[in-house]
């Protein structure tokens, strides 16, 4: 690989290149995390919303009759449109990010276009790709309640319209589980500890929300079965007696009753054996939904069958049950869900606590070892101040992960492409480096440290051994000048590393260099730049870097300063000398040069820095 090429990537298709620019960006990518964490919400609640579906069955109390709620089927659907219209704008985002952005528009050009074999890799073949997004949105449960359902209900088939729902309910609940689980884990979206705790939690209540909707639909099946055998044997009663003459009910249209109807709402035993009790029948485990088949307020028919779900996984089996193969087979599907939910939670939770924990239970024997020292050493009330600012301020930058340790343990290839991605972005922010190719950049990220230094700390003082180069990422030092974010100190290095004889002992410091506020930055040791411009020295005898590091040079910037004030002083001297010749002529010039030429050495002394590498042609 030549000097001026790019470090390999995974990849050597342009498009995808220019997708994954596109996405490295900080604003794209910050928009992306935003809208990752939205996306979350919305399959959350679209979780949420689809067990509401099965509450929209009910009995009617007064006509002992099976029907949906009109109203309630329709505030369901237009919640899970909404969410579906989520899922849309997802899919078109992962076609809009898989043709590598959005990009701007011009007049005769026909680039950057999006094409099948780049939408393929990126997008259509991965492992929550179109297909399954596709699956997600289409509307078979809506397609279930407003068809299917009033069609079997008018039939008198009751029994088969829970059965459909249910099974077209688990048919498209568990792909969206799984959906929204690779969703989570493709998108990684980081957060804080109680993030992890919220999603175990938000986790832990669809579940039970769930279980405890096809509970209250299971429920709602056995008090049917119930009125179905009251029913055989009532004479006047028929198998579409059990289904209402409005199958979808909104609570408005009157009801035309026949004298079958009409006797089977007067039918006090099929009443008091299947909806007034749970004593004279053998509803099992469903016994609990007697009060809400017939109940017309929403909120408690919604809220109790959770509290059920909520108590019955975290107790483990304390169930009522028939023989009944369908109610067996849900209660071991709900124990053995259960356990497996309450295990994760408590161990997820038990993890989550214990990184949080350990990190402040090491922090603080670390500040009692450090107490200890300075109270042995006798430290001056002042050192142990600095002691502990410094120490605070490094925990509030690492939250007590040591990032050079924990790379260095990595083998090397994989140390130097983790550091190339980490700082390569704030080491081109440093104006001496904007104008080097991508195997300087590799070579300096590979070698620099993080460094932090607190307010007040004196970094290096003048005429000590220059040590490093010091690249600030954020926070202000002072030496000669005020430097900022993107600045850079310890030019001497450059000079000490460019001389030709070269000199073994390190350059003095021109300044005192000191932190004005808690400072970030990158150091560079001597050695290393003294390996990086020894091994890329073409890069340096550019002339945009030689001139970028004379520009952003504390010591360059100084001394030009000193010299163009010291240029105009010259001129003004001259100036005014001419002008007392004519009023003065007798008065010798010799004096008048010699008054404010000593005028002019004292200023130059005061100010005047001596000229940085002013014995190399290099820079």
């Known amino acids: 690989m030549s000097s001026h090429e790019a470090p390999p990537s995974p990849s050597n298709d342009p498009k995808e290149e220019n997708y994954k620019k596109w996405i490295r960006s900080p604003t794209n990518a910050?928009?992306?995390?935003?809208?990752?964490?939205?996306?979350?919400?919305?399959?959350?609640?679209?979780?949420?919303?689809?067990?509401?579906?099965?509450?929209?069955?009910?009995?009617?109390?007064?006509?002992?009759?099976?029907?949906?709620?009109?109203?309630?089927v329709i505030t369901v659907t237009v919640l899970r449109c909404m969410v579906d219209c989520m899922h849309v704008c997802n899919i078109w985002m992962q076609l809009r990010m898989a043709c590598g952005g959005v990009v701007e528009e011009r007049e005769n050009s026909g680039e950057e276009k999006c094409e099948k074999g780049l939408l393929k890799s990126l997008y259509v073949r991965s492992k929550n790709g179109l297909i399954l997004d596709l699956f997600v949105i289409f509307p078979v449960i809506q397609i279930v309640m407003w068809v299917a359902a009033p069609v079997l209900i008018r039939e008198g088939a009751t029994t088969a319209v829970m059965n459909l729902i249910l099974i077209t309910f688990i048919f498209e609940y568990l792909p969206k589980i799984y959906h929204a689980v690779c969703s989570l884990r493709r998108m990684q979206i980081s957060g804080t500890i109680w993030w992890g705790i919220s999603l175990n939690l938000m986790a832990y209540f669809v579940a039970a929300h769930a279980v405890g909707a096809c509970w209250f639909l299971l429920g709602v099946q056995r008090a049917t079965k119930c009125l179905k055998l009251q029913c055989y044997q009532s004479q006047t009663c028929g198998p579409k007696t059990l289904a209402c003459v409005n199958p979808i009910y909104f609570g408005t249209s009157p009801v035309k009753l026949g004298g079958g109807r009409?006797?089977?709402?007067?039918?006090?035993?099929?009443?008091?054996?299947?909806?007034?009790?749970?004593?004279?029948?053998?509803?099992?485990?469903?016994?609990?939904?007697?009060?809400?088949?017939?109940?017309?307020?929403?909120?408690?028919?919604?809220?109790?069958?959770?509290?059920?779900?909520?108590?019955?996984?975290?107790?483990?089996?304390?169930?009522?049950?028939t023989t009944e193969w369908?109610?067996?087979?849900?209660?071991?599907?709900?124990?053995?869900?259960?356990?497996?939910?309450?295990?994760?939670?408590?161990?997820?939770?038990?993890?989550?606590?214990?990184?949080?924990?350990?990190?402040?239970?090491?922090?603080?024997?670390?500040?009692?070892?450090?107490?200890?020292?300075m109270k042995r050493k006798q430290l001056p009330p002042i050192y142990k101040q600095r002691v502990?600012?410094?120490?605070?301020?490094?925990?509030?930058?690492?939250?007590?992960?040591?990032?050079?340790?924990?790379?260095?343990?990595?083998?090397?290839?994989?140390?130097?492409?983790?550091?190339?991605?980490?700082?390569?972005?704030?080491?081109?922010?440093?104006?001496?480096f904007q104008h080097m190719d991508e195997l300087v950049l590799e070579n300096i990220?590979?070698?620099?440290?993080?460094?932090?230094?607190?307010?007040?700390?004196?970094?290096?003082?003048?005429?000590?051994?220059?040590?490093?180069?010091?690249?600030?990422?954020?926070?202000?030092?002072?030496?000669?000048?005020?430097?900022?974010?993107?600045?850079?100190?310890?030019?001497?290095?450059?000079?000490?590393?460019?001389?030709?004889?070269?000199?073994?002992?390190?350059?003095?410091?021109?300044?005192?260099?000191?932190?004005?506020e808690n400072t970030e930055a990158f150091g560079l040791s001597a050695d290393d730049v003294k390996y990086v411009t020894q091994h890329f020295r073409y890069t340096f005898m550019n002339k945009k870097v030689k001139r970028s590091a004379r520009y952003y040079s504390p010591g360059w910037r100084t001394w030009a300063a000193v010299a163009v004030?010291?240029?105009?002083?010259?001129?003004?001297?001259?100036?005014?000398?001419?002008?007392?010749?004519?009023?003065?002529?007798r008065r010798p010039l010799s004096r008048c040069s010699s008054l404010g030429e000593e005028q002019l050495r004292l200023y130059t002394a005061l100010?005047?820095?001596p000229k940085p590498v002013h014995d190399v042609d290099l820079l």
């Not at 090397?412 to 991605?421: A, F, N, Q, T």
């Not at 202000?476 to 850079?488: A, I, P, W």
């Not at 004030?565 to 002529?585: D, G």
């Open 445 to 516: 990220c590979d070698r620099v440290k993080s460094l932090i230094f607190p307010k007040g700390e004196v970094i290096i003082r003048e005429g000590d051994p220059v040590q490093r180069m010091l690249f600030i990422v954020r926070g202000h030092m002072q030496s000669s000048q005020m430097l900022r974010n993107g600045n850079f100190t310890g030019d001497e290095l450059l000079s000490w590393c460019l001389r030709r004889p070269f000199i073994e002992r390190l350059p003095p410091s021109s300044s005192t260099l000191t932190a004005v």
């Open 30 to 72: 910050r928009w992306a995390r935003e809208w990752s964490r939205v996306y979350l919400l919305a399959c959350a609640a679209g979780l949420l919303f689809d067990p509401l579906f099965l509450y929209t069955l009910s009995i009617s109390g007064s006509m002992m009759c099976l029907f949906l709620d009109g109203w309630f």
């Open 262 to 321: 009409l006797d089977w709402a007067h039918n006090m035993q099929g009443r008091n054996t299947c909806l007034s009790s749970s004593d004279n029948f053998q509803y099992g485990a469903y016994k609990w939904t007697v009060s809400l088949v017939t109940n017309t307020n929403r909120e408690e028919k919604i809220l109790l069958p959770i509290f059920w779900g909520l108590m019955t996984l975290s107790t483990f089996g304390n169930i009522e049950s």
């Open 607 to 609: 100010l005047t820095s």
């Open 388 to 432: 502990r600012q410094y120490e605070r301020q490094r925990w509030a930058a690492t939250r007590g992960v040591d990032e050079c340790q924990m790379v260095q343990n990595f083998p090397e290839g994989l140390r130097r492409d983790i550091k190339y991605h980490l700082c390569l972005d704030l080491v081109r922010q440093v104006p001496l």
């Open 326 to 373: 369908l109610e067996i087979v849900f209660n071991i599907i709900t124990i053995t869900g259960g356990l497996i939910l309450v295990t994760m939670f408590i161990g997820n939770i038990k993890v989550f606590l214990h990184a949080t924990t350990s990190k402040k239970q090491a922090m603080h024997l670390r500040m009692r070892n450090v107490e200890w020292w």
């Open 565 to 585: 004030q010291l240029a105009w002083r010259r001129y003004r001297h001259r100036k005014t000398l001419t002008s007392l010749s004519f009023i003065r002529p």
